[in-house]
Nanobody, 122 residues
């Protein structure tokens, strides 16, 4: 069974930083794109960031460009989301995701984690 498990969420103040981590298990993800979505209370799930299988391409939502940075570990079955200059509007459950297609990773990825809560107070 493929599993993605997020960690690193928490309660912070506006302007603070957090780094989210995601560990994949059940198969090797060396050829999979990985990334993050988020869902705020009362809102639809939205794309945040994605990185391709060899880490030479990334994509970010306009709302997080310049503040968030996605990366993946050398083993390729882990990924990270460095979140800087956090704003209250970043408050959401953040979901790790993966897909064999970089394009589909940005729209409707196949594999999902359980989510980790990020709360940013003002």
């Amino acid at each position: 069974q493929v599993q993605l498990v997020e960690s690193g969420g928490g309660l912070v103040q506006a302007g603070d930083s957090l780094r989210l981590s995601c560990a994949a298990s059940g198969r090797t993800f060396t050829t999979y794109a990985m990334g993050w979505f988020r869902q705020a209370p009362g809102k639809e799930r939205e794309f945040v960031a994605a990185i391709n299988y060899n880490s030479d391409s990334t994509n970010y939502a306009d709302s997080v460009k310049g503040r968030f940075a996605i990366s993946r570990g050398n083993a390729k079955n882990t990924q990270y989301l460095q979140m800087n200059s956090l704003k209250p509007e970043d408050t959401a459950v953040y979901y790790c995701a993966a897909d064999v297609s970089f394009a589909r990773m940005r729209t409707n990825p196949t594999y999902w984690g359980q989510g980790t809560q990020v709360t940013v107070s003002s």
